[in-house]
């Protein structure tokens, strides 16, 4: 079965640093690779995804993610943290012929620290 | 509208009653998905829905839960005899027709669901 693994469950950041989330999944080919932000008491809200083509994508709010298949994984980054990008991120998997039913993984809860 | 709307947005149930959540999809999205974020378990799959299709169960965790969605658009998640482990926020999401490039899935609010 797919997983995702998120192995950062909190990150503190100082305003104007840089950023990296860690994201790694386990499944049998390529999946569809997604991140979203969750800010207290809201739904989730897209950052970036991945189907195919070139492996660094880019996002809203400033994010880009780098697919790399050789380790499996799917990082996060931003070169300058915003004391609004305080809130919780998930990185989640869908693959082919699924429904783009999602996996998740338990999330990273960044502080921004001013 | 102009997004996926859930409701009620808070329900507090007193054990053992059932319980009744609604999502309204995006118009136009055919593909519905509901989702369970608990602190033991994160965010779970629990069933999705596409189009006339029969709907893909496979992540309700026990026959007290179930769901329809009547008329390719409302769908309706129902926890019977519930449970305090029951307790959790309730996503519902909602896209177009997944393709071979894969669709974006909107998310609502979510429904906070209390057991006491």
């Known amino acids: 079965a797919q997983s995702v693994t998120q192995p950062d469950i909190h990150i503190t950041v100082s305003e104007g640093a840089s950023l990296e989330l860690r994201c790694n999944y386990s499944?049998?080919?390529?999946?569809?690779l997604f991140w979203y932000v969750q800010s207290p008491g809201q739904g989730l809200q897209l950052l970036l995804k991945?189907?195919?083509?070139?492996?660094l994508v880019q996002g809203i709010k400033g994010f880009e993610a780098e697919f790399k298949r050789s380790q499996s994984s799917f990082n996060l980054r931003k070169p300058s943290v915003h004391w609004s990008d305080a809130a919780e991120y998930f990185c989640?998997?869908?693959?082919?012929?699924?429904?783009?039913?999602?996996?998740f993984g338990t999330g990273t809860q960044l502080k921004v620290e001013l | 509208g102009a997004g996926v709307s859930q409701s009620p947005s808070n329900k507090v149930t007193e054990k053992g009653k059932d319980v009744e959540l609604r999502c309204d999809p995006i118009?136009?999205?055919?593909?519905l998905y509901w989702y369970r974020q608990s602190l033991g378990q994160g965010l779970e799959f629990l069933i999705y829905?596409?189009?006339?299709?029969?709907?893909?169960k496979s992540g309700l965790p026990s026959d007290r839960f179930s769901a329809e969605r009547t008329g390719g658009s409302v769908s309706t998640l129902t926890i019977q005899r519930t449970q305090q482990e029951d307790s959790a926020v309730y996503l519902c999401?909602?896209?177009?027709?997944?393709?071979?490039?894969?669709?974006?899935?909107?998310f609502g609010q979510g429904t906070r669901l209390t057991v006491v």
């Open positions: 991945y189907f195919s083509g070139d492996t």
């Open positions: 989640a998997v869908a693959f082919t012929g699924g429904g783009n039913k999602l996996t």
């Open positions: 499944y049998g080919a390529t999946p569809y």
């Open positions: 999401a909602s896209s177009l027709r997944p393709g071979a490039g894969g669709t974006e899935a909107f």
């Open positions: 829905f596409q189009g006339n299709s029969a709907p893909d």
């Open positions: 118009s136009g999205h055919t593909a």
